[in-house]
T-cell receptor
Framework: QQQVKQSPQSLIVQKGGISIINCAYE??????FPWYQQFPGKGPALLIA?????SEKKEGRFTISFNKSAKQFSLHIMDSQPGDSATYFCAARGGGSQGNLIFGKGTKLSVKP | NAGVTQTPKFRILKIGQSMTLQCTQDMNHNYMYWYRQDPGMGLKLIYYSVGAGITDKGEVPNGYNVSRSTTEDFPLRLELAAPSQTSVYFC?????????FGQGTRLTVV
């Protein structure tokens, strides 16, 4: 019940295309859903996050869609660029503002020029 | 601000050796974490701390120990290193909901 399931494991997209990464969870106590971006040799960095009281959040080319009833959330990258090539992790947190993050297994995105 | 700083960046250990991975943060965050990252497996929580003097086990604590004598420092100790501990280790601290990660330590046990 503490798992966050992420798919696909890897994704290849052409420049200008839309990248979509999906995550699913079971624990309804989760109250915060961030996405982290990690470049090779670097630590993960927060990209965008959403709380379950909204269904969508957009920041530039990055959008989170959240479906509370289905217990699913997804990251959409519009107009994907080669510089977006990285590993993306979804995560979920329960237990209040300082609860531990549970991470998905990651998606390696490659954007071809 | 330097953020979260980890040392060393790379290390090769022989089986049975011990070492300490250093982590320090200059953001005055109370909460700090140690994760390990294995290919295709995401980030697994090893230990965490909610403040100086307080530590607790995460999902995969076996073979590791931590201490938290100050707000800034959260070292991770490996005793009797095993090949299964070959991984990339990340230290993180959190401010409210956002986690800030260090650049990682790549450890190989041979």
């Amino acid at each position: 019940q503490q798992q966050v399931k992420q798919s696909p494991q890897s994704l290849i997209v052409q420049k200008g295309g839309i990248s979509i990464i999906n995550c699913a969870y079971e624990n309804t106590a989760f109250d915060y859903f961030p996405w982290y971006q990690q470049f090779p040799g670097k630590g993960p960095a927060l990209l965008i996050a959403i709380r379950p009281d909204v269904s969508e959040k957009k920041e530039g080319r990055f959008t989170i869609s959240f479906n509370k009833s289905a217990k699913q959330f997804s990251l959409h990258i519009m107009d994907s660029q080669p510089g977006d090539s990285a590993t993306y992790f979804c995560a979920a947190r329960g237990g209040g503002s300082q609860g531990n993050l549970i991470f998905g297994k990651g998606t390696k995105l490659s954007v071809k020029p | 601000n330097a953020g979260v700083t980890q040392t060393p960046k790379f290390r090769i250990l022989k089986i049975g050796q011990s070492m300490t991975l250093q982590c320090t943060q200059d953001m005055n965050h109370n909460y700090m974490y140690w994760y390990r990252q294995d290919p295709g497996m995401g980030l697994k929580l090893i230990y965490y701390s909610v403040g100086a003097g307080i530590t607790d086990k995460g999902e995969v604590p076996n073979g590791y120990n931590v201490s938290r004598s100050t707000t800034e420092d959260f070292p991770l100790r490996l005793e009797l290193a095993a090949p299964s501990q070959t991984s990339v280790y990340f230290c993180a601290s959190t401010r409210q909901s956002e986690a800030f990660f260090g650049q990682g330590t790549r450890l190989t046990v041979v």
